[in-house]
């Protein structure tokens, strides 16, 4: 992504900063990557709900998978087409339910039996029939941080294929829901095709399944999950679409007029976005050199949370010569550290530094923990 020095100095910091040119690029390659018959893809909104960000999303024709509420109006502020909505989450209100089928969001993805009982009930007092797709755990590893596992069989998202029979049964023979598909997500930043290969097999084994019981599936939902290249974003600033979709076309054959759902999140995301910080000091500690910023994990708490790795620039800084820093925020939490004995060019109270790769995850999982402002964000 572009950091223009003195564009970048002119503002207060630390604030998120965002390339909307990487951004439509990104969008231009998934659109590209994803133009087989039947695909539709989805922008996962919780990786990044501001609201340039989201309207820029929206035009260019992707729709919009939500978590909550909120995320719902946010994306039909956006301009993304209710129909185009997709509403998920494990613990899903009452009063989210009926906003859900009230703006007309195109599924609900259910979680549990329990649930599906609730938006039964809810759409039988609202007369309304609900669209629903059930969200299966494929039971598949797919070898990134237990955080963000989530296709394993016990586990709080989602129906366990044991049960699966029951709750289509219990759909189909309602009045007021209409069975639109298996919707699943099994987990984030996946750097291989290998684990989306297993759940396309997965799939075709429990569609036949269903479909030699009499139940069709107009529609599969495969969630999100690409990963980004968090070591090398300068190099790799776009994700491998390609190898993406080409995957799914390739292991997933549809059935006539079948359509096939993605939900990415970060990988439309994060690489358009950079958290850019001020040092405010450089602290000689015993052994160990510190970078101490003016931005900490309330601003980006990804490597607090999943011991997550940014790679960090000084933009300020000319100096041929590198040395190691231990980088961290001004938070009172040993946590609050983005990075152990990281090489950089010799590095000056004052200095501008970018945390790279924070478009996704980031600005939205910002705080206001030891009573900090909420952090701004600009667009270049
Ligand atoms: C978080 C989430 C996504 C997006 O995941 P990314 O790894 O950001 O692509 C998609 N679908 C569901 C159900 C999710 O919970």
Not at 165 to 182: E, F, N, P, Y
Not at 199 to 226: F, H, W
Not at 320 to 336: K, Q
Request: contains cysteine; negative net charge.
């Amino acid at each position: 992504m572009k950091l223009p020095i003195d564009q970048l100095n002119q503002w207060p910091t630390p604030y998120y900063l965002y390339d909307t040119e990487l951004l439509g690029h990104t969008l231009s390659a998934v659109t590209e990557a994803a133009a087989f018959p039947g695909f539709h893809v989805h922008y996962a909104v919780k990786a990044n709900t501001n609201r340039a960000i989201l309207k820029i999303i929206a035009e260019s024709g992707l729709g919009a998978d939500t978590v909550s509420g909120g995320e719902i109006r946010a994306a039909l502020q956006a301009g993304f087409p209710a129909d185009k909505i997709m509403f998920a989450g494990v613990g899903k209100t009452d009063e989210e339910i009926r906003l859900a089928l009230g703006s007309g969001v195109g599924c609900i993805n259910v979680e549990s039996r329990e649930e599906l009982m609730v938006i039964e009930q809810i759409a039988s007092d609202m007369g309304v029939v609900a669209p629903v797709a059930i969200r299966v755990n494929p039971e598949i590893d797919a070898h990134t941080h237990h955080y963000i596992t989530t296709g394993l069989a016990e586990n709080k998202f989602g129906v366990a294929m044991s049960m699966l029979d029951t709750v289509v049964d219990h759909i189909v023979a309602s009045q007021w829901l209409t069975l639109r598909g298996l919707h699943f997500h099994i987990g984030s930043q996946i750097e291989t095709m290998r684990p989306f290969e297993i759940l396309c097999e997965r799939i075709l084994k429990l569609q036949k399944e269903l479909n030699a019981r009499g139940v069709s599936m107009p529609l599969i939902n495969v969630g999100g999950g690409l990963g980004v290249d968090y070591d090398d974003p300068m190099g790799h600033p776009i994700p491998d679409f390609k190898a993406y979709f080409d995957t799914f076309h390739r292991h997933l054959p549809l059935q006539p007029g079948q359509q096939l759902h993605f939900e990415l999140g970060r990988a439309i995301v994060a690489q358009c976005g950079a958290l850019v910080s001020r040092v405010l000091y450089v602290k000689q500690g015993v052994e160990k050199k510190f970078v101490i910023l003016d931005a900490g994990m309330t601003e980006l708490i990804r490597p607090a949370l999943y011991q997550a790795h940014h790679s960090i620039v000084n933009i300020t800084s000319q100096s041929p010569d590198r040395e190691l820093y231990t980088i961290v925020g001004p938070i009172c939490e040993s946590a609050d550290c983005f990075a152990e004995d990281t090489a950089l060019p010799l590095t000056r109270r004052g200095d501008l530094v970018a945390l790279l790769s924070a478009g996704a995850y980031g600005e939205v999982m910002s705080s206001n923990y030891n009573a900090r402002p909420t952090v701004s964000t600009h667009l270049i």
